[in-house]
Nanobody, 126 residues
Framework: QVQLVESGGGLVQAGDSLRLSCAAS????????MGWFRQAPGKEREIVAG???????YFTDSAKGRFTISRNNAKNTVYLQMNSLKPEDTAVYYC????????????????????WGQGTQVTVSS
């Protein structure tokens, strides 16, 4: 069993930065691919960024060049650094863990998520 707890959300202005953290319990954290998803009102949940156990990363097009994902296996924590935030980034952000077979594209991890966090709200005002 893995429990995920997100933190770091909040209300910021356009152009500001935020760093989200996701702390995981469990001894097998390093074996999981970790991802950040978001869900805006009236929209489906979508992947924002993912990082494999080998630290291969994936970013959705809207996040490329602005967001960075990293993990610290010693601390069982994954981070999402978000820079140059835009109002369209407003959403609830969820941390997710998926045990992926080698070679599985990270961007498909949404179909294989084993654990979800409860989410943290990010609001970007214009």
């Amino acid at each position: 069993q893995v429990q995920l707890v997100e933190s770091g959300g909040g209300l910021v202005q356009a152009g500001d930065s935020l760093r989200l953290s996701c702390a995981a319990s469990g001894r097998t954290f390093s074996s999981y691919a970790m991802g950040w998803f978001r869900q805006a009102p009236g929209k489906e949940r979508e992947i924002v960024a993912g990082i494999s156990w080998a630290e291969t990363t994936y970013f959705t097009d809207s996040a490329k060049g602005r967001f960075t994902i990293s993990r610290n296996n010693a601390k069982n924590t994954v981070y999402l650094q978000m820079n140059s935030l835009k109002p369209e980034d407003t959403a609830v952000y969820y941390c997710a863990a998926a045990f992926l077979r080698p070679g599985t594209p990270i961007q498909t991890m949404g179909r294989q998520v084993d654990y979800w966090g409860q989410g943290t709200q990010v609001t970007v005002s214009s």
